[in-house]
């Protein structure tokens, strides 16, 4: 499982960082690749990954500003090209899919595949699920409706101690999916087996946070709690707190702040002002390494692999 | 004056080649930059070149294809960041107001400028005067409406022959400019003075034809004609004609005919198809040049300089 920063700049594309764009890459599945945001020029940036459009087969957009959103038609229409692609869901706030029907009607853009439409109609929508993993949404703080992401990855189940089994004279049998799947048996003898003899305690699956442009606000640190990563905007520095709160933004502080009183694992700022040279650049992870530790400053082209948790035992 | 191809591809963007945009760069007044289509990214594209989103002050959209358009609210987003900016023009077909708006409003963005729309209502609209320049639009023969562009240049006034009037005993007055604007005058003594003795011809300005996606058509010929440079879409070889015409493109070839029939001086293939290698590129431009031998194949980043006529004396 691993995240692939596409754009990491804020409003505008610079040189340095292009316009938001993250994506997910499944590793247990890897034929899926799921977007979060997609600024202009985000197709473009799939270049130098490991995966193209076609690749792409759920879409979340956390808001609908241009920095956001502008990449989509380009990347929607590209993704039709090979034969036989898949549908496409596409979760975001109202407006994304009159957004969407709007650029590809206005073009005459015929695509090869469905899109599946879900628009957020609630501040807090109900948890959606997606294969292995579920997803919850929440409302932000922004000065336009902006929703925040939590993905959980399902438990991977413990492993079973075959050994064990065959220790007890059992031969491989339905019986022994009932175990791994945490039940305890009775076996035709009247024996009683307690599946936690057998099986390891199951693995917790990941948690990943991704949120959009937002003041610091509750919603920020619940989708967060307890996230193995948490990717949050830090759009200013300290120094320009008025900013980012007359703008809906946050400060790397502010970020960090989000992050520890969520007990994250590790935070991610992206969404970086244009404004701040390199040199201010450090000042942001500084500012909020100083709150949080185990902070990063994400780059285009960065990747980042969340590692499986260890086994609670 | 100079043309900048910054994006040179047909349908999707490439490594290699971009989306379609053409700068043209008026030298006589440097301040602006004038647009012919806008493929997603092309706002990145200026990065490398000496003018950003700010400079551009008409735009003229050839058609509504995606390729030609998706980077028209990334490029009018950004032009709104610096400081007292002024009007845009953007030409077009009629589509191409209500694409921009629900594109700037969906992102509720907010200009700071205007975006002053001239949307084509027939075949053969009237010719706009922009400064010392002259456009006019054609419709040519493509899936959906489709415009061809020509620009021309106002003639330069011939040289003033100061010596030869200080020898006829005049100093500078209002008399030398209306000479210099090729009237004869007569003098108070009653001395008739003939323009033509004292000033050049005037020099021709210079012709550009710029098409959209096109099949050849008579309007093509009638757009390039005489043409300093005829910049025409190439997306197939000729062994894929049936394709071209299938798809209301043209071919190399085709191209190349279309500027021997309009007697233009310099033709300039662009809107490749991503399906040809380099090595079939060079196919391309043989192909032309085996019609059309002073036929150039474009390149992203290419640079184009129309060089000022000879007088005609
Ligand atoms: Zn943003
Ligand atoms: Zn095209």
Redesign the pocket.
């Known amino acids: 499982m691993e995240l692939i920063f596409l754009g990491t700049g ?2 505008a594309p610079s040189r340095r960082r292009n316009v ?1 764009a993250i994506a997910l890459r499944l590793t247990r599945d890897d034929s899926t690749v799921w977007l979060f945001d997609c600024g202009e020029a985000t197709q473009h940036r799939m270049f130098d990954a490991p995966f193209g459009p076609n690749r792409v087969d759920r879409v979340f957009i956390t808001h609908l ?1 241009g ?2 959103i502008f990449g989509l038609p380009g990347l929607l229409s590209t993704r039709s090209f090979p034969e036989n692609v898949g549908p496409l869901r596409l979760y975001g706030p109202p407006g994304i899919r009159a957004f969407v029907r709007a650029t590809l009607d206005g073009s005459q853009t015929h695509l090869s595949y469905e899109i599946q439409f879900h628009e957020w109609t609630s501040p807090e929508p109900a948890p959606v699920r997606e294969g292995l993993y579920t997803v919850r949404a929440a409302l932000l703080d922004h000065a336009i409706p902006s929703y925040g992401y939590r993905v959980e990855e399902a438990p991977f189940p413990g492993r079973l101690h075959a050994d064990r089994l065959r220790a007890e004279g059992l031969q491989p049998s339905p019986l022994w999916s009932q175990l791994k799947a945490g039940e305890d048996v009775t076996l035709p003898d009247g024996r009683r087996l307690r599946a936690a003899d057998f099986v390891d305690p199951a693995e917790p699956g990941r948690v990943i946070a991704i949120l959009g ?1 937002t003041r610091p606000c509750k919603a920020a640190v619940e989708l967060a709690r307890g996230a193995d990563c948490l990717v949050h905007e830090a759009t200013f520095l300290d120094r320009h707190a008025h900013l980012a709160s007359a703008f809906f933004h946050s400060t790397a502080r502010q970020a960090a702040e989000i992050a520890r009183e969520a007990e994250a694992k590790c935070l991610i700022l992206t ?1 970086v002002s244009a404004r701040y040279e390199r040199a201010e650049e450090d000042e942001i992870l500084a500012e909020a390494r100083a709150v949080f530790p185990n902070t990063l400053l994400a780059h285009d082209g960065m990747v980042y692999e969340i590692a499986r948790r260890k086994r609670d035992v």
Chains 1, 2 share one sequence.
């Open positions: 804020a409003g938001t500003h920095d956001h442009d969404h």
